[in-house]
């Protein structure tokens, strides 16, 4: 990612941004110092739990909170930046953006509302334009034929659409959606993610998107930056930040993890840890030193049965079947494994039931040992 | 302003923006319109009484120890508790009773009384005063001279000049506005609790009272502040019955010494009183505030419309039926006894004989009189502008309340309040003492300068819980799509709430056309309005005129007011 030539589409550097204490108490920081660059055609989701800075950093970069101090630069031009003392409007940046509630007018017409950016925006269009255009954006969400319908007489799904092409009729360089799938019901949420991802890699724009669900970011995004607490965890691709954990957080909020406490006895990529169950060899971070307190992370769906006769060997533990919920694609299975439980994923046609004894194995690669402590994580600023 | 400079010293920005500019505008408007006036208030209550305000240098305590020396300002504050608490507490009480009987029984003709309370918060407190006095005053009241004549009586029995005339014809005032109140509070109350009540064995009796009445307490209490805060600031009935009754307010003490009937004006004195009814109303008004404890502000936001299941009042409903609609015929007199008065050649008392001397003569005479047509073109500059400039200011504030967290904003929120903590009587002396030498003195607008100040809190206060309902994001979504502030503010925040907007700029409407506190303390022969004239026709006296003066003001007030707070409800419900 780093090194590459070209200017980013989207540069964030030190955002610190924190609100006044209410009745007295501590002024809130809602972002601490968070950096990071967002690649020209890239779809790029922040994730993270209520409360971690998602949103705030979403506002900030299109204008409707003012950070206290860092820089927000799009492509080469700096829309905010604390040491030259600018502030670029929010209606001056030239964005598009969905937002949560799709806050769709209802005192105005579909194509009303489409055509808003076109008629009272920065680049306003010519009004010979404006109808062709809007219609194009209607089209492109399948909406062309609701043109003239009153804004308040269409469904969620319909709603969304139309704020979406609101948010591109005007071909912003940047697109900004601020959870807009949570309004939706499960179904059609489906349908939608697949379809503004579609939407978005066929126009070629720049998308920030945010979210709380990890299903959702892991499904879209070309790269992820998972917050919390006002900080950047962790950044990476889908498949990075779901393997390789760099903290329990993020092990535990991408998805269902085994936990193991331990000390680390060897560092590095080929490393081991020391824990109730014996020892594991595993994956380390960098910054951990033999002697460290660790947690080894493994995913339900690494451990595998292995052969009855092969029962030892490195990674390779005996263990007891304790539960086992059917749940038609997998079988949601407990084992205990000296006298700890750890949970895996057997196919829907095991032989396996309560009781039977096992061998697990628990390949190294699939391992992936992190700092125990969790990094402090008050939210108030003395 | 220093606002600006506060919110300049917190961002970071590039150059003005419009925003910036308005909060500036806006905080320097209010400032001059409200902290002027008081500041000035308090420097004359400083100054020797026989100097003009803002030509002395000297400051003493003179005043107020003369205040507090005469054994006269005690009895003032005494009237004026005793005339609040009485008039407050049987108002609410009468209207307690109806709206429960409109808001949670089968009584019939429910929404008869409401349009009725409606019409009358609009009816002119001047009007229903002058009303009374032609029907019970001692002398040729008409109810005094057909008791005289039915049965016998050499002396008249019912007086409209005593102390408790003056409270019983205020509190028969209140009622409207403490019924609209309270029936808001009763439509508010979730039903399902009294449900809740009746199904774990409460009978009628047990669920009224141990159920209804304690959770309407704290709402009862904190209108009933309001409403005594209302009385304790009145000044047109204190001052047409309670002067000649002998009965002398705080407010009525302010007017006279401000504008005596004889010799020359001690504004020192009453800057005084003005300071001291001030204290007493910012009491009130803290009171009422740790009452509300802002519910009020975020009631309208949970309020959600219940369907109450109604009480069959079976027997009862000839007692509730008699109590609504004697009250509804005991407010229907003063006006009616206006209406015949006013379509007489000459003063006389209603009778039979009388009726053949109907006739329009007189408000053929009103319309023609000169004077009153200047009053009437005046009437109809100060209702519009006043209400055109009080919304106009209120949206752009309630938009800085609800959506700027920055200490502007803040300190915008609360001097737009401060009017409301302020007796208009007080702010109108404040008024007069601060543009006496300008050449605003003695036109319209400075009757429109007062009521823009006196009806800004109602106007911010409507406008912000109107707000606080819009989305956010409705606008944020204009800002991004690239259009400027004041472009998202003028085509999509603003439109979405203008139904609240009309309701608002109704309300100051009707109010700056009934009030008399203004017009009279800065009357001059170049800014007579109705009410003003009203009053000089009275005093003339020029009974038929001021009558027929009345009635005119009434049904222009009714025939613009009424119809379009029913489209504006309608287009409130959808």
């Not at chain 1, 092969?310 to 006298?339: C, H, I, Q, Y």
């Not at chain 2, 007011?561 to 287009?571: E, F, G, K």
Request: proline fraction near 6%; include cysteine; glycine fraction near 8%.
């Amino acid at each position: 990612m780093d090194g590459k030539p070209e200017i980013p589409m989207l540069l964030i550097e030190n955002l610190v941004k924190s609100y006044p204490g209410q009745h007295g108490q501590d002024a809130m920081l809602a972002l601490r110092d968070v950096s990071f660059k967002v690649e020209e055609g890239s779809f790029f989701t922040l994730l993270g739990p209520s409360g971690c800075g998602k949103t705030t950093t979403l506002q900030c970069i299109a204008g409707l909170e003012n950070p206290d101090t860092g820089v927000i630069q799009m492509g080469d031009r700096a829309v905010f930046s604390s040491r030259e003392n600018l502030l670029v409007p929010a209606n001056r940046r030239e964005l598009g953006m969905v937002f949560q509630s799709y806050a769709i007018w209802p005192h105005m017409s579909v194509f009303d509302n489409v055509a808003f950016p076109l008629i009272y925006g920065v680049k306003r269009a010519p009004s010979h334009e404006v109808r062709p255009r809007v219609l194009k954006a209607l089209e492109m969400v399948e909406l062309g034929h609701l043109a003239d319908r009153p804004a308040p007489l269409l469904s969620g799904g319909q709603q969304q659409r139309v704020a979406l092409a609101r948010a591109l009729v005007h071909e912003p360089r940047l697109l900004l959606l601020d959870e807009p799938l949570s309004n939706l019901d499960a179904k059609l949420r489906d349908t939608m993610r697949t379809e503004i991802r579609n939407l978005v890699k066929s126009l070629g724009i720049t998308t920030l998107f945010v979210t709380h669900d990890q299903v959702e970011a892991i499904g879209m995004s070309d790269q992820i930056v998972l917050m919390k607490a006002g900080k950047i965890v962790q950044q990476g691709s889908p498949r990075d930040i779901y393997l390789r954990p760099n903290s329990v957080f993020t092990a535990d909020f991408m998805g269902r993890s085994n936990l193991l406490p331990g000390v680390l006895e060897a560092g590095g990529s080929t490393g081991r840890a020391q824990t109730a169950i014996g020892p594991i060899s595993g994956v380390a971070g960098p910054e951990l030193a033999p002697g460290a307190q660790v947690m080894v992370v493994v995913r339900p769906q690494a451990i595998l049965v292995a052969p009855a006769t092969e029962a030892s060997g490195p990674n390779r533990f005996k263990a007891r079947v304790d539960a086992m919920t059917f749940l038609g694609d997998v079988v949601e299975t407990e084992v205990e494994v000296g006298g700890r439980k750890l949970t895996l994923m057997l196919d829907p046609y095991t032989a396996l039931s309560v009781g039977h004894e096992l061998v697990l194995e628990l390949p190294p690669e699939r391992c992936v040992i992190v700092p125990a402590d969790e990094p402090a994580s008050s939210g108030s600023l003395k | 302003m220093s606002g600006g400079s506060i919110a300049a010293a917190r961002r970071p920005s590039a150059g003005l923006d419009q925003q910036k500019v308005v909060l500036a505008l806006l905080l320097a408007v209010v400032s001059v319109l409200v902290l002027g006036p008081v500041l000035l208030l308090i420097r004359t209550s400083l100054a020797p009484s026989e100097a003009m305000p803002l030509e002395t240098l000297e400051f003493t305590l003179k005043n107020y120890v003369q205040l507090l020396q005469s054994p006269r300002t005690l009895s003032l504050v005494w009237n004026t508790a005793v005339y609040a608490l009485s008039s407050m507490t049987m108002g609410v009480a009468i209207a307690t009773a109806i709206a429960w009987c409109t808001e949670r029984t089968d009584m019939p003709g429910r929404i008869l009384v409401r349009i009725l309370m409606f019409a009358w918060m609009m009816v002119p407190a001047l009007v229903v005063g002058f009303g009374w006095i032609l029907l019970l005053n001692p002398g040729n009241g008409a109810l005094n001279v057909m008791f005289r004549e039915l049965f016998g009586f050499l002396q008249p029995i019912l007086t409209i000049y005593s102390f408790w005339s003056l409270i019983i014809v205020t509190s028969f005032a209140v009622v409207p506005t403490a019924f609209v109140m309270i029936s808001g509070l009763l439509r508010n109350m979730d039903p399902n609790l009294e449900l809740a009540a009746r199904v774990h064995g409460g009978g009628s009796w047990a669920t009224l009272t141990r159920v209804t009445l304690p959770l309407l307490t704290p709402g009862l209490f904190s209108i009933g502040i309001y409403m005594f805060m209302a009385v304790v600031q009145a000044f047109d009935l204190p001052l047409i019955i309670g002067l000649s009754a002998d009965v002398p307010v705080l407010s009525t003490r302010v007017y006279l010494l401000s504008s005596p009937d004889n010799g020359l004006p001690n504004y020192g004195l009453a800057s005084a009183f003005g300071v001291l009814l001030l204290v007493v109303a910012g009491g009130l008004m803290w009171a009422y505030m740790r009452a509300t404890r802002l519910g009020e502000r975020f009631r309208v936001v949970t309020g959600k419309a219940f369907r109450p299941k109604r009480i069959r009042l079976g027997r009862w409903r000839f007692a509730a039926l008699g109590f609504t609609f004697g009250y509804c015929a005991v407010m229907m007199l003063p006006l009616l006894i206006l209406i015949w008065v006013s379509l007489q050649p000459s003063y006389t008392t209603p009778s039979l004989s009388a009726l053949g001397g109907l006739s329009f003569d007189i408000y053929r005479r009103v319309l023609t009189n000169p004077m009153i047509s200047r009053a009437v073109l005046n009437t109809v500059i100060l209702v519009v502008s006043s209400a055109t400039i009080v919304m106009l200011i209120s949206c752009l504030i309630g938009w800085f309340t609800v959506r700027s967290n920055s200490r502007a904003g803040k300190i915008l929120d609360a001097l737009s309040f401060l009017p409301m903590a302020i007796p208009p009587i007080v702010l109108v002396l404040a008024i007069l003492l601060l543009y006496l030498n300008t050449p605003l003195y003695g036109t319209v607008w400075i009757l429109v300068l007062g009521h823009v100040t006196i009806y800004i809190a109602f106007g911010v206060r409507t406008m912000s819980s109107a707000l606080i309902q819009i989305h956010k994001e409705l606008g944020d979504a204009a800002l991004i799509s690239g259009a400027s502030w004041l472009t998202s503010l003028r085509k999509v925040t603003f439109p979405l709430v203008w139904p609240q907007i009309l309701n608002g700029w109704l309300w100051v409407f009707a109010h700056s056309a009934r009030d008399l506190t203004v017009p009279l303390m800065l009357m001059s022969t170049g800014n007579l309005v109705a009410a003003s004239t009203l009053w000089n026709l009275w005093q003339f006296p020029d009974l038929p005129g001021a009558a027929a003066l009345a009635v005119l003001l009434m049904a222009a007030l009714l025939a613009v007011v009424v119809p379009t707070q029913l489209y504006v409800a309608r287009r409130l419900e959808r």
